[in-house]
Structures are given as structure tokens and as C-alpha cells.
């Protein structure tokens, strides 16, 4: 499976950005998908998670109740609607794949490039 991470940008606080994530390969239905950031100098963190079907959803304590991950498998493609951004949310951001739900870097074995996103103050 092939990642590639879109969408990020320089935004307001407050404002809100969506990232997307298109997939290669006709396995993409098969895996759970998640986003994970990293900021400078700081080690990546989980973001979201999806399941393959979409049913479920977890989300860091961070982000819970601003973020909104979806899927559309039709699409290949995973989205990470971010709302009410704070400076704190800046990083780039990453999308990947796993064999299961996991909110650990580890368990995931195709990751995106990364896509920027700057809050600005």
C-alpha cells in the first residue's frame, strides 16, 4: 500500500483544515487506518484511528472533540477533519495503515509522507 497525505496548510486558530489520504492497491478496505503528528523536536504521536469498515473510531484525549476521522473506501481515501485548531496542534502530519487498531507507531507498516499543518497564533 501506497500513502499519500494531502491537505495541510497555515491556518488561524480556531480555523480548521482537512487532510486526506489516498491510497494505492486494491487491499486498502483491508486495513485500519490511522494519522499520527509530529512536532519538532518531539516523538510521534496517535492522532486517529479507523477501523477497516469504518464502525470504529478512537482518538487522542488531545484532539477528541475536534477531530473527526473518516473513510471512503470506494475512494481509497481517509480523511482527518480538523476543527477549533490551537497553535499546539501544529506538526506534520501522517497517515498509515495497519493490519489492525493500534494506536501505536509500531503496529503500522505503510506510512505517508507527512503533510505540514502551521496554527497560528
Known amino acids: 500500500v501506497q500513502l499519500q497525505a494531502s491537505g495541510g496548510g497555515l491556518v488561524q486558530a480556531g480555523g480548521s483544515l482537512r487532510l486526506s489520504c489516498a491510497a494505492s492497491?486494491?487491499?486498502?478496505?483491508?486495513?485500519?487506518m490511522g494519522w499520527f503528528r509530529q512536532a519538532p523536536g518531539k516523538e510521534r504521536e496517535f492522532v486517529a484511528v479507523i477501523s477497516w469498515s469504518g464502525g470504529s473510531t478512537y482518538y487522542a484525549d488531545s484532539v477528541k472533540g475536534r477531530f473527526t476521522i473518516s473513510r471512503d473506501n470506494a475512494k481509497n481515501t481517509v480523511y482527518l477533519q480538523m476543527n477549533s485548531l490551537k497553535p499546539e496542534d501544529t506538526a506534520v502530519y501522517y497517515c498509515?495503515?495497519?493490519?489492525?487498531?493500534?494506536?501505536?507507531?509500531?503496529?503500522?507498516?505503510?506510512w505517508g509522507q507527512g503533510t505540514q499543518v502551521t496554527v497560528s497564533s
Open positions: 492497491g486494491r487491499t486498502f478496505s483491508s486495513y485500519a
Open positions: 498509515a495503515a495497519a493490519y489492525r487498531i493500534s494506536s501505536w507507531p509500531r503496529d503500522y507498516d505503510y
